[in-house]
C-alpha cells in the first residue's frame, strides 16, 4: 500500500484524484493538504510515498511552488499538476526535479495510476543511482588527483563526425574552463602549434586509417603565449554500447621535461599585450548557441500573430518582430566577422522571398531612422517577383549594413530614400538597389583600409573595429565581394547615393505564403533536443493544418527507435544532438527507409548541406528559420 499526499486547495479537483485512484483499485492511503504548508506538515508526521502536487494553491503560486517543496522534502518524490494545458511549465519542473506532470482535465484514471507508478519506480532507480554515483565519485576524484598530479588526460573521438569528448584535466591543459564547448578535432588543431599542425593532422590520418596504436610528441600554444609540449597516443576501438568505430587516446603535459613548464594557475590571467584569439570554432558555437533559441523566438511570434490579438497586442507584436530583426542583424554581424578572417566563403543558393526581405529592411531601417529622427521613404520600380534565387543571408546582412550605414552617416531631422527595382531585361544584375540620403560620403574600401586598422581575429581589434563603426562597413564590403555585387558610391544634387547591383535569379519555388496544406492525415518526428523548441515548432505545425499529428524524439538514438515503431510520413532532423547526431541517426533510417528527411541546423555552410544530402536527406533548412519556410519545404513532399 502506498501512502499518497495531494496538496491541492479545489475540494472537486481532490474529489477527483480520489475517485480515479479507487476507479482504478489502486492500493493506496490517501492523505489530503490544502496548502504547501500543511502538505509540509504532513510530511514531516507521516512516511509518504509519493505528493500529488497543484502548482497553484492558497499559500504558494505558480513554479515557486515546486522549488519550496523540493527546498522542504527532496526526498519524497513530486508529480506536479498545472492547469490550462501548460505544458511548458511541467516540463520545466520536470528538469528542475518533479518526476513527471499532469494537466488538469486530461488524464483518466489509467493515466494517473500508472505515472504514480512510474515515478515510484524512477524515483527508486534514480536514488540506487545516485548512491552508487556518490560511491564511484570517490574513486573518481581520487583518479582525477592523480591525473593532474601526473597532468595526463584521455579523449575519445568519433572519426565520422570528429566531434571529441575530453576530461576535465584536458581543459585544463589546454587552459580553458573545463566543458565551457564541445570540442571537435578542428578545436584540437586550432590549439596546435602551426610548425607542428601538418604533422598533428596526419598523425590523427594514420591512426584512423591503419586501426593502430601510435604516439606523437607536439607543441600547443595557448593565448598566443604559452608554448607546452604534449605527448599525444591514440588507437581504434569499437565501442559496443554505441555500434561505433571510435578513436581513444590520451594527452601529456610534458613541459616541465624541457624546462618550459609554466608557474601558478592552468588558465592564465588575460594580459593586455596578448589578446585573446577569436576562433572560428568559437564563432560557430556562439552561433549555434544562439540560433537555437532564437529559432524558438521566431516560432512563438508567428503562434501570438495567429491567437486573435487585439489591435494594441499586434501593435506590441509588430515592435517584438522588429526587435528581432534587429538582433538578427547584430547577431550575424558577430558572426560574419569570420567573413573578415577567412579566405574560403562558401555561398549557397536557395530560394527565398524577396518581398519578405525587404519588408524586413524597411521595418528596421524606420526603426533605427526614427531614433534619430530621420525618415525613410520606400519605392519600388517595375515589378519585383515575389521569389528570387541567391545566398539570402549574406544578401539580407549586405543590404542591412548599407542601410545601418546610411542612416548612421544621415543628417538629422532629413530623409533617405530607398528605391528598389528588378531588371527583366539583365541576366547579370537584375536586382538594384538604391539609397540616397543627404550627409558625408561612405568612405571607399581603399579609404577604410587607409584609416582603420585591419580587423584581425582577436578580441581587441573586434572591439576596436566596432568603437570606430568600421566593423559593419568592412562587412559590407566584404559581402559585396563575395556575392559577386556591384556597389558604386557617388554625389548627386547634394546627396550621397548608393547603388547596389546584385546578380539574383528569379526563384522558381512556389511562394511560401501561397503553399498548400495537407488534405489527409499525415504523421510528421521532429527530432529535436532543444525543449521550447520541440513545443514551438510542434504548435506551429498543428496550427498550420488539423491534418497533421506531430510525434518528438529528443536525440538521434530515440529517433530511430520511433521510426521503426511507427509509420511517419515525413521526419524534421535536428543535426546537433546528444547520444546520436541527425547525421547518424539519418544513415541508419535510409538504410532501411526513404521517408522524406528535413534537416534542421544552427550552422549554415555548403559543405555541411552536401554532407547531408550526401548521406540521403531530402532539404536542407536553417535557424532560425520561418513557419512559412518550414510550410513550404514540408509542402514539397506531402
Not at 97 to 111: C, H, M, N, T, Y
Not at 354 to 380: G, H, P, T
Amino acid at each position: 500500500m502506498n501512502n499518497i499526499l495531494v496538496i491541492e486547495d479545489l475540494e472537486s479537483d481532490a474529489a477527483i484524484i480520489k475517485a480515479y485512484l479507487e476507479e482504478a483499485a489502486f492500493k493506496h492511503k490517501l492523505f489530503h493538504s490544502e496548502s504547501l504548508k500543511g502538505g509540509i506538515n504532513i510530511l514531516g508526521e507521516n512516511p509518504i510515498d509519493l505528493v500529488l502536487l497543484d502548482l497553484s494553491i492558497n499559500d504558494s503560486t505558480g513554479f515557486n511552488t515546486l522549488k519550496k517543496y523540493l527546498d522542504e522534502s527532496a526526498d519524497v518524490p513530486v508529480v506536479v499538476m498545472t492547469g490550462n494545458k501548460n505544458e511548458i511549465v511541467g516540463v520545466q519542473s520536470v528538469k528542475a526535479g518533479a518526476q513527471d506532470f499532469l494537466v488538469k482535465g486530461e488524464f483518466d484514471s489509467r493515466r494517473l495510476v500508472n505515472t504514480i507508478r512510474y515515478s515510484l519506480q524512477r524515483f527508486k532507480t534514480q536514488a540506487k543511482l545516485q548512491e552508487t554515483a556518490d560511491k564511484l565519485s570517490i574513486t573518481e576524484k581520487r583518479r582525477l588527483e592523480a591525473q593532474n598530479i601526473a597532468k595526463f588526460a584521455s579523449w575519445e573521438m568519433d572519426i565520422v563526425s570528429n566531434v571529441m569528448s575530453w576530461t576535465e584535466e584536458m581543459f585544463r591543459i589546454f587552459g580553458v574552463q573545463p566543458n565551457s564547448f564541445q570540442p571537435s578535432l578542428s578545436d584540437y588543431l586550432d590549439f596546435v602549434h602551426v610548425e607542428d599542425r601538418d604533422e598533428v593532422e596526419d598523425f590523427f590520418a594514420e591512426v584512423i586509417k591503419t586501426g593502430q596504436h601510435n604516439r606523437l610528441e607536439h607543441r600547443i600554444l595557448i593565448s598566443n603565449r604559452i608554448v607546452k609540449h604534449l605527448t599525444i597516443q591514440a588507437q581504434v576501438k569499437y565501442d559496443e554500447m554505441t555500434n561505433k568505430i571510435i578513436l581513444i587516446g590520451s594527452i601529456q603535459d610534458t613541459s616541465y621535461r624541457k624546462g618550459e613548464e609554466t608557474e601558478g594557475p592552468v588558465v592564465p590571467e588575460v594580459e593586455t599585450e596578448a589578446p585573446a584569439t577569436l576562433k572560428g570554432s568559437e564563432l560557430y558555437r556562439f552561433g549555434y548557441g544562439v540560433r537555437t533559441p532564437f529559432s524558438s523566438i521566431v516560432n512563438l511570434i508567428y503562434l501570438l500573430e495567429k491567437s486573435s490579438p487585439s489591435l494594441q497586442q499586434m501593435e506590441l507584436i509588430d515592435g517584438l518582430k522588429t526587435s528581432v530583426d534587429d538582433l538578427s542583424i547584430e547577431l550575424n554581424n558577430m558572426l560574419n566577422l569570420s567573413l573578415l578572417i577567412s579566405d574560403n566563403i562558401a555561398l549557397t543558393e536557395e530560394d527565398f522571398s524577396l518581398k519578405e526581405m525587404l519588408e524586413s529592411i524597411r521595418r528596421v531601417a524606420n526603426f533605427k531612422a526614427q531614433q534619430s529622427d530621420i525618415s525613410v521613404l520606400y519605392k519600388e520600380e517595375g515589378e519585383l517577383p515575389n521569389m528570387a534565387k541567391g545566398d539570402s543571408q549574406k544578401l539580407s546582412q549586405l543590404m542591412h549594413n548599407l542601410m545601418e550605414q546610411s542612416v548612421n552617416h544621415a543628417s538629422t531631422a532629413s530623409k533617405i530614400n530607398l528605391q528598389v527595382q528588378w531588371y527583366k531585361r539583365k541576366k547579370d544584375f537584375p536586382f538594384v538597389l538604391k539609397i540616397q540620403y543627404q550627409g558625408p560620403k561612405l568612405p571607399s574600401p581603399e579609404q577604410l583600409r587607409k584609416t582603420s586598422k585591419p580587423v584581425e581575429d582577436n578580441i581587441a581589434s573586434l572591439q576596436e573595429a566596432t568603437k570606430n563603426n568600421s566593423l559593419g562597413l568592412s562587412i559590407a564590403y566584404r559581402l559585396v565581394s563575395i556575392l559577386g555585387a556591384k556597389l558604386a558610391i557617388t554625389e548627386e544634387d547634394s546627396q550621397v547615393v548608393l547603388k547596389l547591383s546584385v546578380p539574383l535569379e528569379q526563384g522558381q519555388a512556389e511562394d511560401p505564403n501561397i503553399v498548400r496544406q495537407p488534405n489527409k492525415p499525415k504523421s510528421i518526428l521532429l527530432v529535436e533536443d532543444h525543449v521550447i523548441n520541440q513545443i514551438a515548432t510542434r504548435k506551429v505545425l498543428t496550427s498550420w493544418s488539423d491534418m497533421l499529428t506531430v510525434d518528438i524524439a529528443a536525440d538521434g538514438q530515440e529517433a530511430v527507435d520511433k521510426f521503426r515503431n511507427n509509420a511517419y510520413d515525413l521526419i524534421l532532423m535536428d543535426l546537433q544532438m546528444p547520444k546520436m547526431d541527425g547525421l547518424e541517426a539519418t544513415v541508419k533510417i535510409r538504410s532501411e527507409s526513404k521517408v522524406p528527411i528535413v534537416a534542421l541546423t544552427a550552422n549554415s555552410s555548403k559543405q555541411e548541406e552536401e554532407k547531408c544530402l550526401a548521406l540521403g536527406m531530402n532539404a536542407y533548412l536553417m535557424k532560425p528559420f520561418k513557419p512559412d519556410e518550414l510550410y513550404a519545404k514540408i509542402a514539397k513532399f506531402l
